[in-house]
């Protein structure tokens, strides 16, 4: 089963999904998004904690 992490759930405006077969897959790729488009320097221990929450099982 595919889990995904929507950044509108993060509470922003924005259409990324992050997919994964794991958890870890699924916030690496929304900590690289985070970087890339959300202007983050550093995904802290926080954010992923925070995330790690809203993943749902697609
Ligand atoms: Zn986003």
Do not use: P, Q
């Amino acid at each position: 089963m595919e889990k995904v992490l929507k950044c509108k759930d993060v509470g922003v405006n924005c259409d990324f999904i992050a997919r994964g077969k794991t958890e870890e897959e699924v916030l690496k790729k929304a900590s690289e998004h985070a970087k890339k488009d959300h202007d983050i320097d550093e995904v802290t221990e926080e954010y992923l904690n925070s995330w790690r929450k809203l993943i749902r099982n697609a």
